[in-house]
């Protein structure tokens, strides 16, 4: 038990500070993820950051902190049965294993040799799937995976595997980018809440319900309020800070979100948050960054 809790420890700290992976290890991870999932005739596909960097560059992007792979429940013979052979395969192998809920998902974390493989066991909803930070993907770019070479062996990618990657990372894919790429996510979703979520006045009024909405305050470098700040969360709409610096909204459940904060002064990309209903978060920025922090949030 606390080779397991030292373990999950381990996954936390490498979620929170995102160093970046050794190539070469990763390398033989993910095929040694391909010999799990081919041994057990279960499909899987190169997703986000992987996918990207299999396709634009031809190798793992050399910053990037993990593996994203994803497969489809209800498509190419995958189901929720599948999910636990997989995950004892692993095991069995010495990887560490964790089971979890992301945006309504099955997530499978699976660690070794300190790289974290990120596994997310999707649902097509209403024609599309949801990609992190709720980017909606249609479904028939999963439909026909495609296959090709990296990294001396073959892998699937959805099809075509360009217009994937413009949906989620805007048009601007092909150029390379290790912080603000985030912004670009969230600017090249449409305005307002993703379709599937509440609308803005569903989410007024759950808002109003005990322990259904969060507030997060802005606050400037000094500690004084910024009024008017604007609070964007990706895939669930823009909120106003009042007088004191505090902005409520919905939250559906304690998950990561990404967000945007500006200013009249600036602005910042968060993209990866920690929040949960019936908190109350404080942002400050740091005169000395402006790109690339995660999970920066206090609890006031």
Same mark, same amino acid.
Not at 252 to 271: G, S
């Given at each position: 038990? &606390?080779?397991?809790? #030292?373990?999950? @420890?381990?996954?936390?700290?490498? &979620?929170? &500070? ?13 095929? +040694?993820?391909? +010999? ?9 596909? $190169? ?55 992301? +945006? ?9 040799? #300190? ?6 066991? $999707?649902? @097509? ?43 989620? %990372? ?8 290790? $912080? ?9 979703? !449409?305005?307002? !809440? ?56 919905? $939250?559906?459940? #304690? ?17 990866? +948050? ?5 908190? &109350?978060?404080? %942002? ?17």
């Amino acid at each position: 038990m &606390t080779e397991h809790r #030292n373990a999950d @420890a381990a996954m936390d700290h490498l &979620t929170r &500070t995102t160093p970046a992976m050794d190539l070469a290890v990763a390398q033989e991870l993910l095929r +040694e993820v391909k +010999e799990v999932f081919d041994g057990l005739g279960v499909v899987f596909f $190169l997703r986000q950051g992987t996918c990207l960097g299999a396709i634009r560059d031809d190798a793992f992007i050399a910053w990037d902190d993990d593996i994203d792979i994803g497969s489809i429940v209800g498509m190419h013979g995958f189901n929720e049965g599948c999910i636990e052979p997989v995950a004892e395969a692993f095991r069995a192998r010495g990887f560490h294993v964790r089971r979890d809920q992301v +945006e309504g998902e099955t997530w499978l974390g699976i660690m070794k040799n #300190n790289i974290r493989i990120d596994w997310l066991c $999707l649902r @097509a909803r209403q024609g599309h799937i949801m990609h992190f930070p709720g980017v909606r993907l249609p479904i028939r770019l999963f439909e026909e995976l495609k296959e090709i070479d990296f990294i001396g062996t073959h892998f699937l990618v959805p099809d075509p595997p360009e217009e994937y990657l413009a949906i989620k %990372y805007g048009p601007n894919w092909m150029t390379p980018k290790r $912080l603000d790429y985030g912004g670009d996510v969230i600017r090249n979703m !449409p305005d307002g !809440p993703t379709p599937g979520h509440p609308g803005r006045l569903k989410q007024r009024l759950l808002a109003r319900l005990p322990g259904r909405s969060a507030r997060l305050r802005v606050i400037d470098r000094d500690g004084a309020p910024l009024s008017g700040a604007k609070i964007t969360i990706a895939g669930w709409g823009a909120y106003r800070t009042n007088k004191a610096g505090y902005a409520r909204f919905y $939250l559906p459940r #304690n998950d990561v979100f990404a967000l945007i904060i500006e200013d009249k002064d600036r602005e910042e990309v968060l993209y990866e +948050e920690q929040m949960a209903p019936g908190k &109350t978060y404080v %942002y400050r920025p740091d005169a000395a960054v402006s790109s690339g922090r995660i999970f920066i949030l206090a609890t006031e």
